[in-house]
């Protein structure tokens, strides 16, 4: 039943833009890494079953996500659905106009930051149980501020931040005997709290 998905997925259709762009069908996504029903999910997002079953259905009718089979619960026959993909990418061949393509980019982006902090919670509570075990887990963690004007900067921070970082981790991309993996997310976003100035 349960099957590996895709990482990345390249939205080319305007139909399946037009259904990431709905924040509860983004939303739904973001809980189908794994087979799960309308019922699991609506309860996830205090929503009614029958809401996302609708919405499941029109992201399977655009094809988001896919059928994985059946189970029964109780007396119900339940659906189970996954997402085609991790994440998702628009095409820049997507023939919408240029503030929409924005729009849908920004919202891909939050999506993915979402996963992001999911992964890293999911991630640190399971390394907290081997710390309560008396083993050492070396970690590092940032928090750091930068000031942006406009656009322009935006896009060239973003530039600048997405290189520097390339450089650093073809670095220490290769593995080598006796060497352990780590795992390396970065996130840049708008401070909701402008008043907070520090660095840590």
Do not use: C, W
Request: no cysteine; glycine share 4%.
């Amino acid at each position: 039943m349960k099957q590996q998905i895709r990482e990345t997925y390249v939205v080319e259709s305007p139909e399946q833009a037009s259904a990431l762009m709905n924040p509860l069908r983004a939303e739904i996504l973001s809980h189908l890494k794994e087979p799960a029903s309308a019922t699991e999910v609506a309860k996830l997002l205090r929503e009614t079953p029958q809401r996302i079953n609708y919405h499941l259905k029109a992201l399977e009718k655009v094809g988001l996500v896919q059928r994985m089979g059946t189970r029964q619960v109780r007396n119900l026959v339940e659906v189970l659905y996954q997402s085609v993909a991790r994440t998702f990418l628009l095409s820049e061949a997507l023939s919408y106009g240029k503030n929409t393509l924005k729009k849908m980019k920004d919202q891909g982006s939050l999506l993915h930051l979402i996963h992001t902090s999911e992964r890293i919670k999911k991630d640190a509570l399971a390394l907290m149980e081997q710390v309560d075990q008396d083993e050492t887990v070396p970690s590092a963690s940032m928090h750091m501020q930068v000031y942006l004007q406009d656009e322009a900067e935006r896009q060239q921070f973003v530039q600048d931040y997405v290189e520097l970082v390339k450089q650093l981790i073809s670095k220490y991309q290769t593995k080598a005997s006796g060497s352990h993996p780590y795992q390396v997310l970065l996130a840049v976003y708008p401070d909701l709290d402008p008043g907070s100035d520090e660095s840590e």
